[in-house]
């Protein structure tokens, strides 16, 4: 299936998660923290972390290690976090 | 409300489902993930048959619990269906006489300098990358921590084509505790299995270094190099071991921390951070059973046998004929037998600390440096989790001390430190506009 992650577009697999179509594309962060302004990415794995944070079809704060890609999915980088949103 | 809702589709979730269908009572899984098989996907590739459901079982799959409360007769569980933290998502309450947690538990991880630097991940996220994935978090990864399971995460790594330069134990078990014969393992299943990964990673040239652990981390934007010391008893660096390697990816695991939040919501007692139950995996709260990783981390055939207990015993509370699930009652005895071994193993020592700067991150979501949060514990009185909290921003972020919890307690010297923070009043991330909507109760048969 196809996707884009920040506007490129990608070939992804049914069953893939965002993460892991980020980390196949070679993002190792896609978020920056709210203070610092730093790097995240992938930490927990299972969806306790929110580090992965990321927007999907503009809808920000959604984890990537636990959302399914799904065809035509638009995935950005996200600055800071905004949830509760 | 004659129905078993069970919440968490791991070993123990489903083992619970299938029993209390067996017994012919209506049974509803639910799990947030796509697919029944928990984290890990123990049997994924092996007995899929485990992962497969009875058609008796209603599967609610993308299914996040975010709440449960009492209602007369029973519990009542919020649920929030669809794409996971997508706004389109259905909400649906469902009540149940009987309610089996199962709900499991992830990596606990310690911080040390750089731990917040992309590249480190726990080895359980790991894991589940290479594994389900088929991606590893870096080419040259270093696996870091305490525990059996450090070898499973350092395998799948080795298997999706990551060379793995080293695993650091930071623990001193007795050699050979894994694969001896008798003893703590005998019984255990799974200790093959251990003994399998261990002559995979020799093939492999995986060195497994005792008394070792990374104590720090570098790098600009991402992991670039670490720093590995030996350890003395208490897990304080020795002087003139440090040796530096250079690595894209760290998999660090602590034990682990169950997911309690559900639990602690129905109000169920806990005995050393987990949750307390008796023979028939009940709670201290009538109709609620927990089972898997939630009560004791012990690998997944304990979990799948603790399940089975649970599910019959669900049944038979809502008056179902009910066989005695004798066979599983006892691999639940050995396995936790072999699950206390685990713990006295492997235990915490409290010389991480010594790891800790000024400037390295206790809490990763708040951005709290350990040097302000010392400052923060030295000028307040701080007695408990909320104004330990309070006073230092730790554990207020989006994961709501999930990750940094434990660790900041003992940092603060609090008396209850294993689930302090484990009372959030929302289980799971739910939108405000999801909170207010008003959502169809499903009172059940
Ligand atoms: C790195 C690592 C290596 C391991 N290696 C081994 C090994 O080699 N051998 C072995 O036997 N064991 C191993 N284990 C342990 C094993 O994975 C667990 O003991 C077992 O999977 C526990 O099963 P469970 O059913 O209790 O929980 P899990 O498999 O964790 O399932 C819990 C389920 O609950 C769901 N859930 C949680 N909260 C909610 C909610 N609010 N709403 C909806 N759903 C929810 C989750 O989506 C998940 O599917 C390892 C664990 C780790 C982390
Ligand atoms: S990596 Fe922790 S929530 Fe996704």
Redesign the pocket.
């Known amino acids: 299936m196809r996707v884009r992650v920040d506007g490129e577009e990608r070939i992804a697999e049914e069953g893939q998660t965002v993460a892991a179509v980020l980390l196949a594309a070679g993002r190792d962060s896609w978020r920056t923290t709210r203070f610092g302004g730093r790097p995240r990415g992938l930490f927990c794995g299972i969806g306790v972390c929110f580090d992965c944070l990321v927007v999907v079809n503009g809808v920000p704060d959604v984890r990537a290690c636990l959302r399914p890609v799904a065809e035509g999915d638009d995935i950005r980088s996200q600055d800071g976090a905004e949830v509760p949103s | 409300m004659r129905r078993v809702v069970v ?7 489903t083992a619970a489902a299938r029993a209390a269908a067996s017994f012919g009572v209506e049974v509803v899984l ?4 796509p697919t029944p098989g ?3 996907r ?1 049997d994924a590739r092996g007995a899929g048959a485990r992962a497969e459901l009875p058609d008796e079982v209603e599967h609610l799959p993308e ?4 709440a449960i409360e009492p209602v007369p007769g029973g519990h009542r569980v919020h649920v929030r269906t669809g794409p996971v933290d997508g706004p389109e998502r259905t909400g649906r309450a469902i009540e149940a006489r009987a309610l089996v947690l ?4 992830h ?1 606990r991880a310690l911080p040390f300098p750089g731990w917040d630097l992309p590249g480190v991940c726990t ?2 996220a790991a ?1 589940a990358m290479a594994r389900d994935q088929g991606i590893a978090v870096g080419e040259r990864v270093i696996v870091a921590g305490t525990g059996p ?1 450090l070898l ?2 350092a395998v799948s790594l080795v298997e999706a084509g990551a060379r793995v330069t080293a695993i650091f134990e930071a623990g001193d078990p007795v050699p050979g505790f894994i694969t001896r014969p008798g003893g703590a393992l005998a019984g255990w299943t ?1 200790a093959g ?2 003994a399998r990964y261990a002559a995979t990673l020799a093939r492999h040239d995986v060195p497994l270094c005792r008394r070792s652990a990374v104590i720090a981390a570098f790098g600009k934007d991402r992991v670039e190099a670490v720093l590995a010391a030996r350890l003395d008893r208490d897990w304080r660096p020795v002087p003139h071991s440090l040796r530096r390697f250079e690595v894209d990816a760290v998999a660090v ?1 602590f034990g682990f921390t169950p ?1 309690l939040e ?1 639990a602690v919501a129905a109000r169920c007692d806990l005995e050393d951070g987990f949750v307390a139950v008796n023979a028939a995996q009940a709670t201290s709260v009538p109709g609620v059973f927990a089972a ?3 009560t004791g ?5 304990l ?1 799948a046998a603790e399940g089975a207990v649970a599910g019959a015993a669900a049944a038979k509370l809502l008056g179902a004929r009910v066989r005695a699930p004798i066979g599983a009652m006892r691999r639940v005895r050995a396995g936790r037998r072999f699950a206390a071994a685990l713990a006295e193993a492997y235990p915490l020592r409290p010389g991480w600390r010594e790891w800790l700067r000024e400037d390295t991150p206790v809490c990763r979501c708040e951005e709290v440096a350990y040097g302000a949060f010392r400052r923060a514990v030295e000028e307040l009185d701080v007695g408990d989790a909320r104004v330990l909290e309070l006073a230092t921003g730790a554990g207020l972020g989006l994961c709501q001390g999930r990750i940094c919890g434990r660790s900041v307690a003992e940092l603060a010297g609090l008396p209850e430190t294993a689930d302090a923070f484990a009372r959030r009043p929302i ?2 991330p739910v939108r405000l506009g999801e909170l207010a909507e008003d959502v169809p109760v499903d009172e059940g048969p």
């Open positions: 919440v968490g589709a791991g070993p123990a979730g639910i799990d947030a993930a928990g984290r890990h123990w299914s996040a619990v975010w199962a709900t499991g538990a990596d080895a359980g894991r399971f499973s995460a799974k299995e251990l695991g997911q559900l898997g990783d939630l981390v012990g690998g997944a055939d979990a289980a799971a």
